[in-house]
Antibody
Framework: QVQLVESGGGVVQPGRSLRLSCVAS????????IHWVRQAPGKGLEWVAV????????HYADSVKGRFTITRDNSKNTLYLEMNSLRVQDTAVYFC?????????WGQGTLVIVSS | QSVLTQPPSVSAAPGQKVTISCSGSSSNIGNNYVSWYQHLPRTAPKLLIYDNDKRPSGIPDRFSGSKSGTSATLGITGLQTGDEADYFCLAWDNSLSAGVFGGGTKLTVL
């Protein structure tokens, strides 16, 4: 079955960097667009970034543009989110989600806490 | 302030029907598909509706979606206590070149 497993979250100081990973299984990874979505404490879902199946097309939310980079390694069935210049407002649970018909499969999320 | 506007909360009694609206613009809902998600705390969001009005396999027909112009609506009939959750709409925004979620609607089944 389709599975997405995020990792890499943790506690980090403002201004520092963190890289999240999302390992996929159970489907043809490079055939699917993948998104990152986050949820800050007590807030709603916020779309973060998306990458095409071949990794050539990427889009970002304005709130992370220039600081976050989405990439993928199709040979490893893995999606990444490189997060630089982290801010307190980036504190959230980060989900990766597969785009099939809608975002049809999601990981359980990884928690990122940005705090001094 | 979300690009897509949803009511913060809705409520209804078990067995009743509720609708949740999602209002946007021509740059998002007006020209792109809408999907809907159910989110319970500490769980992964769950796709309920895609392409405005289609249900994935396994989603009961109590859940329905529709779109008209720059607004979309999620309908839930035969409400159950297990339907208590937050519901979000999502669409692509052509002007932002980004996905945009609604602010979310908390459903309470009284």
């Amino acid at each position: 079955q389709v599975q997405l497993v995020e990792s890499g979250g943790g506690v980090v100081q403002p201004g520092r960097s963190l890289r999240l990973s999302c390992v996929a299984s159970g489907f043809t990874f490079d055939s699917h667009i993948i998104h990152w979505v986050r949820q800050a404490p007590g807030k709603g879902l916020e779309w973060v970034a998306v990458i095409s199946g071949d990794g050539t097309t990427k889009h970002y939310a304005d709130s992370v543009k220039g600081r976050f980079t989405i990439t993928r390694d199709n040979s490893k069935n893995t999606l990444y989110l490189e997060m630089n210049s982290l801010r307190v407002q980036d504190t959230a649970v980060y989900f990766c989600a597969r785009q099939g018909s809608g975002l049809d499969n999601w990981g359980q999320g990884t928690l990122v806490i940005v705090s001094s | 302030q979300s690009v897509l506007t949803q009511p913060p909360s809705v409520s209804a009694a078990p067995g009743q029907k509720v609708t949740i609206s999602c209002s946007g613009s021509s740059s998002n809902i007006g020209n792109n598909y809408v999907s809907w998600y159910q989110h319970l705390p500490r769980t992964a969001p769950k796709l309920l509706i895609y392409d405005n009005d289609k249900r994935p396999s396994g989603i009961p027909d109590r859940f329905s979606g529709s779109k008209s112009g720059t607004s979309a609506t999620l309908g839930i009939t035969g409400l159950q206590t297990g339907d208590e959750a937050d519901y979000f709409c999502l669409a692509w925004d052509n002007s932002l070149s980004a996905g945009v979620f609604g602010g979310g609607t908390k459903l309470t089944v009284l």
